[in-house]
């Protein structure tokens, strides 16, 4: 439907110029400035639906269509008050070209990184100058009223097709190059208008322009509505919006999409340099070619350092991150203590220690006796901050680094003792059992009348079959027997 719209429009084009001859300049005009109008409008109503960030791509869009309307208006008013419409004056020039600045600014910064106040700052600084080598290049071909000469008229008309071209391939790139749903469209209209646009203003301006119809009014002129029917076309639908979901995997970029992110700021300072280089080689701006080759060069260094202090930035959080979160993947959120995952680990570390024929190990679980009736008159708060003093108080019991105290699971905890012996470890068992008990944590449900432990203790060199898990269930055994032999004991396996 909206195809057959344009294609209506084009011919409503073609139509005015046969139905009103005498008008066909006007007419023409007409179409010529609402179609680039047009792609503004769409462009502008993409900024009221999308969010801030791409906003900014679209609106810059719009104001390039703005300039190329603006542009065909200047040379209306022109073509309308001087005897010749041949001369395109020097103005519409400077707008069809300086249309080029607010795309160049998009393809260099939209989408790319998180950049800072001053690195948009450093890129606008960079856009204004390109507008203003551009400015000066054109009217190194021109006056106010319109080319030199022909040489000069086939010059700009080179510069449209350098510029026409740089930006069909950068917007092209983008459009490969980009991920997010909202880019890719973005970056699929420009590139679709960009590179139809090229080919369309390739073919009007050597063609028509410098060739079979120089004035506005001939059939040709429909041509150049095309590139700005299908901006508005490409640009009209809402791309699919996917629900973000948390538990999506972050996919990793594809080296292509990684390359063109990291390189496209250098197109705006590539422009820049660009332009002045062809100011120098023209020797006509000789002190503006070298202040652009100075600013190109600086603005880039100076935004490459910024986006590598913003990566060390990043990195030094990351690393800061990850180091948290290995931290957190260990411990116990309620006491603190390593949880199960660190004690598996450390179990099979010191397994490996036992299998060399190095030195024993001994284990001890220590369950809390009657938890559930603590949990049941006190509350589950009120377990929790018990959990946490005998959490604490065992911590502080064992006395040799080497120990490892981790919470096994519920209200059990469980200690490592490397090098301890089955004996050794009983007498550091009921140690540690003995300053639970006196804590004097009350439990009115216990018939100790306070919180008590029980433990079993078990030691490789009694342990048969050849894992860490045989220890452990050992050690189980054990404490089910102190459990089974009235608690508040320490039971060694035998
Ligand atoms: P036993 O002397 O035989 O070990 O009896 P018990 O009641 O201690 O053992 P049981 O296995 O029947 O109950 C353990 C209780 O520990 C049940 C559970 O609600 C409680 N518990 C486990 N983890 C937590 C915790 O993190 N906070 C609190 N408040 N209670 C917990
Ligand atoms: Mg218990
Ligand atoms: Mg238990």
């Excluded at 069809?96 to 790319?112: F, K, N, Q, R």
């Excluded at 986006?307 to 603190?336: F, K, N, W």
Aim: glycine share 8%; charged share 15%; hydrophobic share 45%.
């Amino acid at each position: 439907m909206k195809v057959l719209l344009a294609i209506a429009y084009i011919l409503l084009h073609l139509s005015a110029i046969k139905l009103w001859p005498a008008h066909a300049m006007v007419a023409s005009y007409v179409f010529l400035i609402a179609a680039p109008l047009l792609g503004a409008a769409i462009a502008f109503r993409r900024c009221l639906i999308e969010g801030f960030a791409p906003t900014r791509g679209w609106s810059l869009a719009a104001i390039s269509l703005l300039l190329w309307a603006l542009g065909m208006i200047s040379s209306l008013q022109t073509d309308l008050s001087v005897p010749d419409p041949s001369q395109v004056p020097g103005e519409s020039m400077l707008l069809y070209i300086l249309y080029g600045v607010p795309i160049t600014y998009v393809v260099a910064t939209i989408g790319v990184d998180r950049s800072n106040g001053v690195q948009r700052a450093i890129d606008g600084l960079l856009a204004i100058v390109l507008g203003y080598l551009y400015f000066a290049l054109t009217f190194s071909w021109t006056t106010l009223q319109g080319a030199l000469s022909a040489q000069s008229a086939t010059m700009i008309v080179y510069t449209f097709d350098m510029e026409n071209v740089f930006l069909a391939v950068t917007t092209v790139t983008r459009y490969f190059g980009s991920e997010g749903t909202s880019d890719r469209h973005l970056f699929r209209t420009l590139a679709s208008y960009a590179c139809v646009y090229a080919v369309c203003a390739a073919y009007y301006n050597h063609h028509v322009a410098l060739g079979v119809a120089p004035d506005i009014g001939s059939y040709y002129d429909a041509v150049v509505d095309v590139p700005f029917l299908l901006f508005a076309l490409v640009a009209w639908p809402s791309p699919p919006r996917y629900p973000l979901s948390s538990a999506a995997p972050v996919r990793k970029s594809s080296l292509f999409v990684r390359f063109v992110r990291s390189g496209s700021p250098l197109l705006l300072s590539l422009s820049v340099l660009t332009l002045s280089l062809l100011l120098l080689y023209q020797r006509q701006h000789t002190n503006l070619g070298i202040a652009g080759v100075v600013v190109a060069v600086l603005g880039y260094g100076l935004r490459s350092i910024l986006s590598q202090v913003r990566h060390i930035e990043t990195e030094d959080l990351l690393r800061h991150d990850r180091s948290t979160l290995a931290e957190l993947a260990m411990h116990d959120g309620l006491t603190g203590l390593l949880n199960r995952r660190a004690f598996d680990e450390a179990i099979e570390r010191e397994w490996r220690v036992v299998q060399r024929g190095d030195q024993v190990v001994s284990l001890v679980l220590i369950d809390i006796d009657l938890f559930k009736q603590y949990n049941d008159s006190y509350g589950h708060p009120a377990g929790d901050a018990c959990l946490k003093l005998v959490a604490d108080e065992l911590q502080k019991s064992l006395l040799r680094p080497a120990d490892t105290l981790a919470r096994y699971g519920g209200e059990e905890f469980v200690v490592i003792l490397p090098g301890a012996t089955l004996a050794a470890a009983g007498a550091v068992t009921s140690r540690v059992c003995e300053r639970i008990n006196q804590l004097g944590l009350p439990h009115l449900a216990s018939p100790f009348g306070q919180v008590t432990v029980s433990a079993g203790v078990a030691c490789s060199s009694s342990v048969r079959g050849g894992t860490a898990e045989s220890l452990i269930a050992s050690a189980d055994r054990a404490l089910y027997e102190a459990k089974r032999n009235g608690r508040n004991r320490v039971e060694q396996s035998g």
